[in-house]
Structures are given as structure tokens and as C-alpha cells.
């Protein structure tokens, strides 16, 4: 099993809808990063989350990190295909740094 | 230029061929990653440097040999490969310290194929 677990692993929407994906454990996390990954790049940091309860906008992206600091979720409202990629969640334990197997999402016009 | 540079970025061999993989960070960080990223798997953490010392090594067939000369170059070598191990092969940096939270910047990878 794997220390991040990502969900759903694939979403295919269409333009203007919203979605959310998760990034959960059984673990408790100081912080908890996300990542986006478009194809043919590596993937790029999105935001921190630090606070347990925390919520974190980014235009159209809102991060929220669990009150009990195991789990986050990302919400896209009005998703756009500039939004497709994979999605990645990632953090550090124990002083190794983990990333969840990813979320791919595919926003067709 | 700044940033995480991966070189090269495409890279087809035969299992025969011996080849370098380079990456050089313009951050000033102090740790140094690579990542393999195949298809069907989530990223898998390879070799880690810190302060140019390798930190951790997960379990990577030899035929893998990383080598970190200073804090801003990282070399993976690469020999006798087999078809299993064509994959992205992705660079990171960081900067290690204090609460260890922070972020790991990425190149684009190297995108390997093995004959």
C-alpha cells in the first residue's frame, strides 16, 4: 500500500464542469504540497498546504488540508483544458518525501 | 537560466549502449533527486543527494550509477539497461533544512527508450 493514496486515478470531463480529487492516508503530514504535471514536463508545484482546516485558492483551484492533517483535497471549478494533467499530491514523512500516484485528468473542449 | 535542466531530453539505446543522463539546478539548492515515472506507476524516488552526499538509495539495480560532483550537477549513468527500465526519467532539486518542508523543483525529464 502506498503512503499517499490518490483518487479517482482518471477523470475525463467536459469543459465548464467542476470536479475535486483527493490525496488521502492513514498518516498525519506537517504539510502536504500539490503538484501538476502537463505532458512532455515535470511536475510543478501548485501549493502548501501547512494548517490543519486550511484552504488555499489558486484562481479556479481551491485546496483544502484535513483538520486532522491525513488527508487534502483539490477542487476545480469550471474546469478548462488548460486544466488537463496529472495531478499529484506529495509529502514528506519521517524526513522522506512521498507523492500519491496521481490523479490524470483529461478537460475536453 | 534558471530552473531545473534536463539533458538530453529524448534518448533511445540498446541494451548494449552505455549513456549518461545530466541535470543541472540554478536554484542554489543543496539536494539533488531522480525520479523514474513509468506509465503504470506512480513517481518512484531513485537516489538522493544531499549536500552533495547521496542520502538514500531505494533499492536500484546497478545498473544505475548516479554520480553528484557539486550541488548544482546531478549525472545518472546508465549501462546494460534492460526494456523494463524505459521510462521518464525526472531530476529534482530542493533545499534541505530547517523544517524540511520545502518544495522540489523539477526538470522535464529525460523520456528513455530501451531496444
Given at each position: 500500500t502506498q503512503l499517499l493514496?490518490?483518487?479517482?486515478?482518471?477523470?475525463?470531463?467536459?469543459?465548464?464542469?467542476?470536479?475535486?480529487?483527493?490525496?488521502?492516508?492513514?498518516?498525519?503530514?506537517?504539510?502536504?504540497?500539490?503538484?501538476?504535471?502537463?505532458?512532455?514536463?515535470?511536475?510543478?508545484?501548485?501549493?502548501?498546504?501547512?494548517?490543519?482546516?486550511?484552504?488555499?485558492?489558486?484562481?479556479?483551484?481551491?485546496?483544502?488540508?484535513?483538520?486532522?492533517?491525513?488527508?487534502?483535497s483539490l477542487h476545480i471549478t469550471a474546469a478548462q483544458p488548460g486544466d488537463t494533467g496529472l495531478y499529484l499530491c506529495a509529502a514528506f514523512y519521517f524526513n522522506k518525501f512521498y507523492f500519491g500516484s496521481g490523479t490524470k485528468l483529461n478537460v475536453k473542449p | 537560466e534558471t530552473g531545473v535542466t534536463q539533458t538530453p531530453r529524448h534518448l533511445v539505446m540498446g541494451m548494449t549502449n552505455k549513456k549518461s543522463l545530466k541535470c543541472e539546478q540554478h536554484l542554489g539548492h543543496n539536494a539533488m533527486y531522480w525520479y523514474k515515472q513509468s506509465a503504470k506507476k506512480p513517481l518512484e524516488l531513485m537516489f538522493v543527494y544531499s549536500l552533495e552526499e547521496r542520502v538514500e538509495n531505494n533499492s536500484v539495480p546497478s545498473r544505475f550509477s548516479p554520480e553528484c560532483p557539486n550541488s548544482s550537477h546531478l549525472f545518472l549513468h546508465l549501462h546494460t539497461l534492460q526494456p523494463e527500465d524505459s521510462a521518464l526519467y525526472l531530476c529534482a532539486s530542493s533545499h534541505v533544512g530547517g523544517n524540511g518542508n520545502q518544495p522540489q523543483h523539477f526538470g522535464d525529464g529525460t523520456r528513455l527508450s530501451i531496444l
Open positions: 493514496e490518490q483518487s479517482p486515478q482518471f477523470l475525463s470531463i467536459q469543459e465548464g464542469e467542476n470536479l475535486t480529487v483527493y490525496c488521502n492516508s492513514s498518516s498525519v503530514f506537517s504539510s502536504l504540497q500539490w503538484y501538476r504535471q502537463e505532458p512532455g514536463e515535470g511536475p510543478v508545484l501548485l501549493v502548501t498546504v501547512v494548517t490543519g482546516g486550511e484552504v488555499k485558492k489558486l484562481k479556479r483551484l481551491t485546496f483544502q488540508f484535513g483538520d486532522a492533517r491525513k488527508d487534502s | -
